[in-house]
């Protein structure tokens, strides 16, 4: 069974510059959540979706963070302009949601960010 | 959901058994402890929960308290492929659909050869 896809899998851009990140969660899971790691803070949780809906976006960290879930099989993470401080490894994750929380989260290879 | 502790870093030798300790003191009754593991350069991996009776799969054993306030992850025949930082995270099951994880800085497990 194909696992939660993201791409691409390394990312280096000028700061300033655009970037979007992808994530294919797995099919028939209709919860997807973006992490955030760093090595001074961790795993963070950015935002997670139910039913491609935003349920809760308190962690992204500022406006120049965007997150769109357009249908159950896609999502991506927009970051606009980026900065230094931007890079970091972010993960999607998905699983099966909808009432059910104690279902396990599964993840993706992430996506490595450097911001120069 | 519930604080848990756990110590930093623990070494084991390969095909000895692991057991990862997790203190969480203040967990309520309807709080499950899940286990994931991150090896380097990977997202993390589910390896399982429970509620209060002790749990087993393919991966691990995790052993519940009874009073619940604490809990320990074994891997039964470690191996250098087991190497990684164990997560123990606690958190509420209710209704109304599924929400993030909150990770500690977990356990960095290292398997001795």
């Known amino acids: 069974d194909a696992g939660v896809i993201q791409s691409p899998r390394h990312e280096v851009t000028e700061m300033g510059q655009e970037v979007t990140l992808r994530c294919k969660p797995i099919s028939g899971h209709n919860s997807l959540f973006w992490y955030r790691q760093t090595m001074m803070r961790g795993l963070e949780l950015l935002i997670y979706?139910?039913?491609?809906?935003?349920?809760?976006d308190s962690g992204m960290p500022e406006d120049r963070f965007s997150a769109k879930m357009p249908n159950a099989s896609f999502s991506t993470l927009k970051i606009q302009p980026s900065e230094p401080r931007d890079s970091a490894v972010y993960f999607c994750a998905s699983s099966l949601g909808s009432g059910i929380r104690n279902q396990p989260q599964h993840f993706g290879d992430g996506t490595r960010l450097s911001i120069l | 959901d519930a604080k848990t502790t756990q110590p930093p870093s623990m070494d084991c030798a390969e095909g000895r058994a692991a057991n990862l300790p997790c203190n969480h003191s203040t967990i309520s009754g309807n709080e499950y402890v899940y286990w994931y593991r991150q090896i380097h350069s990977q997202g993390p991996q589910y390896i399982i929960h429970g509620l209060k009776n002790n749990e087993t799969n393919e991966m691990a054993s995790l052993i519940i308290t009874e009073d619940r306030k604490s809990s320990t992850l074994i891997l039964p025949h470690a191996t250098l492929r087991d190497t990684a930082v164990y997560y123990c995270i606690v958190r509420a099951q209710s209704g109304g659909g599924a929400d993030g994880l909150t990770f500690g800085k977990g356990t960095h497990l290292i398997i001795q050869p």
């Open positions: 979706f139910n039913n491609n809906v935003p349920i809760d």
